[in-house]
């Protein structure tokens, strides 16, 4: 080893520079690396810790298809799905919409004049993504921690009333920070709700007439099942209410979401479920997690492909400078063979060298590519609201630290090929002889 | 000896060709097939045949579709307004169970007259949809008019459905069969270009008024209630020359926002500039990305550019003490840079473009459709080639340097 740092120290800027290419190459290859686990790992880990087991949605639909119809009979499938597989320990419907929101501020400007010339500029109702659920229905399933106020008041769903929706309006909602923050309410104000805005503003006091009046039950945090960064929640009979129409005459709901007491063999709770709901498609979570597989392999191929080719780079810049190497140092190289040193001891050395110029680049790249995946992580996370907590697009594990070490003995060794050839075939006695 | 220098010599420069052209390779690679993706989206964009669109928050967001359509198709510079309404249904062919399909709703005269250029030829010039204007089923809001349940079928749903012009299928706004509507097949619709992401242009396109009544958008009740008329977005297309007027265009969007000033009102135009600030981005994204591979192409290259000077001393030596002037041989460097450089950039060129044919033959679908999309932009690629000899010119600075601070006793030595 003496020998190869006395090689990378006779010239020490071009070690260096080819230390920057390799440690450049590295950087990128480890950012690439911890990206993908940061990814992987994240989604892993918050579908696991989800709770949900299965998803069911309406007959014959595919995850990535853009064709949801609604299912029906929602209030009968917690106790249906758990009749049909006694694995089932929650089966919990949503309801998922749009819905359009208005603070109290606005019933109270709206209610000053009847043509809403008392209306500011710039005030309206606002959109947000809806989820109606049954709270009880959600236990082993996560759901969104209430930072302020109490929350939901029952774990039913009063209204329903065995499917009369005569049962009493509780008119709750928790709403999440981002909702919370642009309607400026909190717990114990009043919101309106509606399916559809008013298109200027002297037909609010007509909107605010047909709007279901909310009061704020709880202010949740992000949640990231749902991306969106408004979102509201209510119970499902009231928001098929709110909805109408067909939503309560077929009892509607987008997804239902399953918890297993036993999730070791999901497989076979998918098939007791599909057939005994032949009306619904149910999904596993390893079917969701292959098709968010599917859908990261397009980015997956070409970041292979840029960390390919700075690898491939990288290797050809190291292979230069050993030739560079061999070259500066035939005649010494001469001299060991002629004094007996065996072709292996030679190549040994080539070796070495590359494997030090080599080290010198992962020592430059390793905290080069940290740095790059830290910075994008800050950006993506500040780019994506309504992420979790704990959520990291990067992840520097023992696969990254494995990857990048697999990576720099594959540059070191390839690079080392030509010129260990080249070593081995310096002509003793030319060398010796040369002036 | 010197032989061996030489194939030594022959191989750092081919390495550092080589090294270039892959550094060179993955701009090409990641420009082409993003840039061609982008530009696909933006002709897409840009090929509709409407001018401004409105929308509005909430669940099928636009009230009262009909009547706007309406008040909009009469402002003046206005040649017609379509409303449609997109919703997911289940749809039963004469055997099998619920298929799931996404169902446009619209007003078919003024639908025909929003399709762009590479839509208008998949539908018949008149859609044959029952009553144009939609105005005899919709009856002034009561629902109450004779219905046509008639509904256009794109042709890869018709051929996996087994069913053809004629057919009758049944339309339903959920998995049960008891809820379906059955309509009859009057027109199968070509088949759209595939796209990366969902789409619309596959959809079953039907009366507005048909599908807002099948999925309970009509009124607030069913057709009892109060009166809903929903729809997702309203496509205004604008007469003649008005319609490649930038003034005109902003000034119809102003009035109809006037109209509505709680909806979204958006030009074509501003949806094309976000898409342009969009695809900047991205650019600029790819093009920090490949800066890691160029720039450890571009030190390789000074590094063997300096090695050359180097072995190349004594004879340096002889044409400075000859008196060959320093700017010829700074230009002699800096020409062999741009010869290596031009020389790796040839071949990234290449490389890039044989990388993005194979990986249409041989990558997973989704690389395969994104692929397909690619374009080789002479302008972009130029550029790149432009900025690569620049930066090769860069490169063979460190050589320049090194040769005029050769001492010429010395390397004469």
Redesign the interface.
Known sequence: MRYAVDALRRRPG?SL??G??IG??T??VIALLALSAGVEDSASRLAVASGVDLLAT????TLL????????DAHAVPSGFARADPNVAVASPWLV????YANSSLYGASNRSSNGSSIPSGW?????ESVGWIPGDNNGIEAPTVLSGPGFSSPGDPHYANGTYRGPVVGETVLDQGLAAALHVGPGDTVWV????????SSLPGWFD?AAPFRVVGVSGPFWLIPSALLGFFYLSELQSV?????V??D?ASIVLVHLADPTDPSTDQSRIGAAY???SVFTLANVLGEIQ??V??YR??GS??GG??I???T??T???L??S??DR?REIALLRAIGYPRSTIGRYVVEESLLLSALGLAIGAPVGYGIGYGLNVLLGRLLVGLPIGFSFVSFDASVAGGALAEILLIALLAAI?PVV?AL???IA??LR?P | MRRLRLIHHGFQMAFAVAAVAAAVALPVVLLSVGGGVSQHELSVLQNQGFEVEVTAPGLHGVQGAHGLAGRIAALPEVGSASPVLSSAIDVFGPTGGAVPTLAEGVVPEAFSAALGPSERPLFPATLPIGDPSDSGHFDGGTYQGPAVDDVVVPSPFAQDLGVSRGSTIWLSPTAERSDAVAFQITAIAGAAAATLGPSATNALVLPLSDLQLLTGFARSNGTTGALLDSADTVEVVLTGAASTEPGAVARVASQVQALVPFYSVSTLADQVGQAHQATAVLSGFYIALSSVGLAVGLIFLALVLVRRVETERQSIGIERALGVPGRQIAAMMAGRGVVLGGAGTAAGLVTGWLVVELFGRFGSASVQLAVGYAVFDPVTLGALALAVLGLSVLASLGATRAALGLSIPEALR
């Open positions: 071009r520079l080819a920057l290419g450049l190459a950087a990128l309406s007959a014959n639909t298809g853009d064709s949801f119809p609604p299912l029906t919409s749009e819905l359009v309206a109702p606002v959109g947000a509606a399916t559809q805005t008013a298109s200027n503003a047909s909805e109408g129409g067909q939503a005459e077929h509607e032949p009306m619904l599917q859908v392999n397009l191929t070409f492909l840029i080719i700075a491939v780079v990288a050809l810049f292979s230069t400078v030739l560079m061999v070259d035939s030509l080249q075939r310096v002509p030319s060398e040369a």
